[in-house]
């Protein structure tokens, strides 16, 4: 299984008395939170192919108060690329005499 390692990066809040914050994670349902220094701006993880991942902070100030950010969330994709075209092969369509434009048009 694929896995990719992604940065979570948020803008920190502007207030000026913020002394921590906290980070929840939520992949594929399993939920850490982990404490973090205010000036913090980002967080690194690794996530599985077709993982789904949601991520909100709370930060805490020096009265006690509190603010939880709105949630973030994503879904990764396979993390594999597609499969290349293959068996290419070709027909003679016509024949003419030289023309001065070729013609070349794609077919679906």
Do not use: C, Q
């Amino acid at each position: 299984m694929k896995i990719a390692t992604v940065k979570i990066s948020w803008t920190r809040s502007p207030s000026a008395d913020v002394t921590s914050r906290m980070i929840e994670i939520n992949k594929n349902g399993e939920v850490t939170a982990l404490d973090l220094p205010p000036e913090v701006g980002e967080y690194v993880l690794d996530v599985e192919a077709g993982g789904a991942v949601s991520v909100k902070t709370t930060v805490f100030d020096s009265e006690g108060n509190e603010a939880t950010s709105d949630t973030y969330s994503f879904v990764l994709g396979d993390l594999t690329a597609p499969v290349p075209d293959s068996n290419f092969s070709h027909e003679i369509l016509a024949v003419r005499d030289e023309v001065e434009t070729p013609v070349e048009t794609p077919v679906e």
